[in-house]
């Protein structure tokens, strides 16, 4: 399911950019598949810790995990091993280890399949907060548009303030068989970037798009969103 493609992430981090062996990485699985059983006792989840798609509904699991008087015994008995794995994925969703692997987050692309809708008021398709955040991150902060473009320090990250923008809009993802809430298709930008795209005039928007369409669009087919220059410019 597509809600369980941090999991897919998470190992691809692992290995592709951590580098770490099969061994250390059933080690970190076998860790989160024994919480997720022990937080689904608890019905604090349904199946998995990877269904989490919100880093602060993921900080709540935390703080629940590391003042829950069962778990602290349990894993004292288990020398530590539950809660190291627990931070070792936490510091991935919060992208804690994302800094500095722009150039090789690339590797960590692929298809995904569509999530649900969900219902408010109106009708939204599912996405991930920690995707962004992470993505965010791997950029170094700095607006992929044009580096050089500042804006203020955020008070939460301590980081110049950057925005993740769906190149391609989630609005549109009945058009496409693959998830569009993906590494690939978030780009970091920074605000001036980011409203320029949402309400700037085409002239102006123009260089924009075809250098992110330029940098993006192997990264995109990668992930299973295969689209035409022509096409891409049309529904961003």
């Known amino acids: 399911m597509n809600e369980y493609v941090l999991m897919t992430y998470y190992v691809k981090y692992l290995k592709e950019i951590r ?3 099969d061994s250390t990485v059933k080690h970190y699985q076998d860790a989160l598949r024994y919480i997720s059983r022990y937080l689904v006792q608890k019905e604090k ?11 602060g509904e993921l900080e709540i699991i935390k703080t629940f995990l590391y003042t829950d008087p069962d778990f602290i015994a349990l894993d004292k ?11 070792n994925y936490y510091k991935f969703a919060s992208g804690q280890g994302f800094a500095n692997i ?5 590797v960590m692309d692929t298809e995904v399949p569509v999530a649900e809708k969900q219902k408010s008021n109106i009708e939204t398709w599912k996405r991930s907060t920690i995707i962004k955040i992470q993505s965010i991150e791997s950029a170094g902060y700095q607006c992929e548009v044009d580096p050089t473009h500042n804006t203020f320090t955020a008070k939460s990250t301590g980081h110049p303030y950057m925005e ?18 993906v590494y690939a298709n978030i780009v970091c930008l920074c605000p001036i970037c980011h409203r320029l795209l949402h309400y700037g005039v085409d002239t102006e928007k123009e260089n924009v798009i075809n250098k992110i369409y330029f940098d993006r669009s192997d990264r995109l087919a ?4 295969k689209i035409s220059k022509s096409d891409f410019q049309m529904l961003v």
């Not at 008995?77 to 931070?87: I, K, L």
């Not at 722009?102 to 690339?106: A, D, R, S, W």
């Not at 990668?222 to 969103?225: A, E, M, R, V």
């Open 19 to 21: 580098k770490v062996s």
């Open 222 to 225: 990668t992930s299973g969103i």
């Open 102 to 106: 722009h150039q090789k987050i690339g």
């Open 164 to 181: 993740g923008h769906h190149a391609l809009p989630m609005k549109y993802q009945d058009k496409f068989s693959k998830s569009l809430d």
């Open 45 to 55: 989840l349904r199946q998995t810790v990877y269904e989490i798609q919100d880093i």
């Open 77 to 87: 008995r288990g020398h530590q091993m539950y809660s190291a794995g627990f931070n």
